[in-house]
Nanobody, 123 residues
Framework: VQLQASGGGLVQPGGSLRLSCAVS????????IGWFRQAPGKEREGVSC????????YYKGSLGGRFTISRDNAKNTVDLQMNSLKPDDTAVYYC?????????????????WGQGTQVTVSA
């Protein structure tokens, strides 16, 4: 299973970015796909998760008010739409998957990881 994250970049505070995770080597059914991020000097943290079986979603804290995770099973992709970005959102964002149906934001629950895409929020 391989994952390819893309869509990162430099954006001003208040702006938006849409990250995409392309999954190959495994169909998106009965999996969980998670988005994680790691800022410099900080531990990796879970951002959001989606169940590919029924589209159920889960977010860290209040991020669900600004971030939206979605999946396209036909294209084998999972996107993370990020709005109202803040400097604290600056990090490398990773997508990951595992063959389990329930969501978790614990990175230990994911076996396969993409390479990460840099998101920088700065004026």
């Amino acid at each position: 299973v391989q994952l390819q994250a893309s869509g990162g970049g430099l954006v001003q505070p208040g702006g938006s970015l849409r990250l995409s995770c392309a999954v190959s080597g495994s169909p998106l059914n009965n999996n969980r796909i998670g988005w994680f991020r790691q800022a410099p000097g900080k531990e990796r943290e879970g951002v959001s998760c989606i169940r590919t079986s029924d589209g159920g979603t889960y977010y860290k804290g209040s991020l669900g008010g600004r971030f939206t995770i979605s999946r396209d099973n036909a294209k084998n992709t999972v996107d993370l739409q990020m709005n109202s970005l803040k400097p604290d959102d600056t990090a490398v964002y990773y997508c990951a998957t595992d063959r389990a149906e329930w969501c978790t934001l614990d990175s230990l629950g994911y076996e396969y990881w993409g390479q990460g895409t840099q998101v920088t929020v700065s004026a």
